[in-house]
């Protein structure tokens, strides 16, 4: 991935889990990352050390992206550190389970506030501030395309994800691509909270691995798709999860 040396990478929710391994990574083959977070300023702050200690280049900016004035001032800060922003990854996101009876108004609020809005409001950010020939990375879900009881709301959050990159890779032109992931169960905080042994074997033998994934897994296409060689790739959700579905 030599050809993501000096590109600037900003990637939302980058304080832990697949974010925090993605603003490593980047940062590992010679690109520039803005790392951002709403509130884990810790880790967000070990996650800059770390890259730091690699000889990596980074900065992070607070903004919640469910809120548009802090979406904006995300992508202002980022272009005032390193003048331009060449790829953009929409990896903030919350999810939580709960049968749609019993299913609160908060909790689709919140599910749709971060994960629906929040890429609407980075897209709208990237409309004119990504550089010409940039690379747009959301992050929806392989719950879209499995029937798991819990997780309707989330599921139609992130299928809303799956159609708004769609569209948006028609409209933005000015060369850039723009893809979605859609990762299986991962190794990270976020997904193993609340979950017993039990649940997690039984999730880990429901594809061709027999295994959860780790957020290396889910890295390693971030990295293809924000690269030149995916260049043609455009408009497409790409399933991440070892054959589940």
Same mark, same amino acid.
């Given at each position: 991935m030599s050809n993501l040396k000096d590109k600037v990478v900003l990637i939302t929710g980058s304080s832990k889990g697949i974010g925090a391994d993605m603003a490593k990574a980047f940062a590992a083959v010679?690109?520039?990352?803005?790392?951002?977070?709403? =509130?884990?300023?810790? /880790? &967000?702050? &070990?996650?800059l050390t770390d890259i730091e200690a690699q000889?990596?280049? $980074?900065? +992070?900016?607070? $903004?919640?992206?469910s809120k548009e004035a802090e979406v904006g001032a995300l992508f202002? @800060? $980022?272009l005032q550190t390193y003048g331009?922003?060449?790829?953009?990854? !929409?990896?903030? #996101?919350?999810?939580?389970?709960?049968?749609i009876k019993d299913s609160k108004e908060a909790e689709f609020d *919140? @599910?749709?506030?971060? !994960?629906?809005?929040?890429?609407?409001?980075?897209l709208k950010e990237a409309a004119t501030k990504l550089a010409d020939g940039g690379s747009v990375i959301n992050f929806s879900s392989s719950t879209t395309k499995v029937m798991f009881p819990g997780y309707g709301i989330y599921s139609a959050s992130k299928a809303a994800v799956e159609?708004? =990159?769609?569209?948006?890779?028609? %409209?933005?032109? *000015? #060369? +850039?691509?723009? !893809?979605?992931i859609a990762p299986g169960p991962t190794n990270t905080?976020?997904?193993?909270? #609340?979950k017993s042994e039990e649940t997690?074997? *039984?999730? /880990? $033998?429901?594809?061709?691995? !027999? *295994? +959860? &994934? %780790?957020?290396e897994d889910i890295t390693r296409l971030g990295l293809f798709l924000a690269s030149d060689d995916a260049k043609w790739i455009s408009g497409q959700t790409i399933a991440a999860n070892g054959a589940m579905a």
């Open positions: 010679g690109a520039k990352v803005v790392i951002n977070y709403a =509130s884990s300023e810790t /880790a &967000a702050q &070990a996650v000889g990596g280049q $980074a900065v +992070i900016v607070k $903004a919640d992206v202002d @800060q $980022a331009r922003i060449d790829v953009l990854v !929409n990896n903030a #996101g919350v999810f939580d389970t709960c049968a *919140r @599910q749709f506030n971060i !994960n629906v809005k929040g890429t609407f409001f980075t159609q708004m =990159s769609r569209v948006f890779s028609k %409209e933005v032109g *000015r #060369g +850039i691509s723009v !893809n979605s905080e976020l997904f193993l909270t #609340g997690l074997a *039984r999730l /880990a $033998a429901s594809n061709a691995f !027999n *295994r +959860i &994934a %780790e957020p």
